[in-house]
């Protein structure tokens, strides 16, 4: 595993509005699920919603993906 995007509202995301308290728990919670398999790093990076699809089962937003080739 990865990531945790199964465990999207736990381990995963933290709304905008969000404070200090709820950032933390959401690290915390990443890092007690990833357990042995956690190697020292969490990658902090904005949502950017695009066109909307579906929601996942866990409640992540899934969006259309736009990558770029050079």
Do not use: D, N
């Amino acid at each position: 595993m990865k990531s945790c995007k199964g465990a999207w509202l736990e381990t995963c995301f933290v709304p905008a509005e969000a404070g200090e308290a709820e950032f933390q728990e959401v690290c915390h919670g990443l890092v007690e699920r990833r357990g042995e398999r956690f190697t020292g790093g969490i990658v902090i990076r904005p949502l950017i919603p695009l066109v909307f699809k579906t929601a996942h089962s866990s409640g992540a937003p899934l969006f259309e993906e736009y990558r770029p080739v050079f």
